[in-house]
Nanobody
Framework: QVHLVESGGGLVQAGGSLRLSCAAS????????MGWFRQAPGKEREFVAV????????YYADSVKGRFTISRDNAKNTVYLIMNSLKPEDTAVYYC?????????????????WGQGTQVTVSS
């Protein structure tokens, strides 16, 4: 069992940056694959990025590739999402999620644990 709490969301102008954090409880954090997803009003939850248990491997959605960076610090039980060059279409509630296998999948239903989400709003 793992409990996830996101922070770092807010209002930013287009072109700006934010860093999201996701703090996890539990002693087995380092064994989980961690992902970030987002959901805009009226849209389905979509994959943003994923990082392997070691932090060595990452994948990104095409829409954020080159602008967002996912990383993790297993000593601090925390995963991060650095978001640069933000666009209005990045506006959404951002969720971190954990899966209990070592796959780096993008399907939200394959993730077992979810945080409560943090709102990111990008103004034009």
């Amino acid at each position: 069992q793992v409990h996830l709490v996101e922070s770092g969301g807010g209002l930013v102008q287009a072109g700006g940056s934010l860093r999201l954090s996701c703090a996890a409880s539990g002693r087995t954090f380092s064994s989980y694959t961690m992902g970030w997803f987002r959901q805009a009003p009226g849209k389905e939850r979509e994959f943003v990025a994923v990082v392997s248990w070691s932090g060595a491997t990452t994948y990104y959605a095409d829409s954020v590739k080159g602008r967002f960076t996912i990383s993790r610090d297993n000593a601090k039980n925390t995963v991060y999402l650095i978001m640069n060059s933000l666009k209005p279409e990045d506006t959404a509630v951002y969720y971190c999620a954990a899966r209990t296998d070592y796959n780096l999948g993008y399907r939200y239903y394959e993730y077992s644990y979810w945080g409560q989400g943090t709102q990111v709003t990008v103004s034009s």
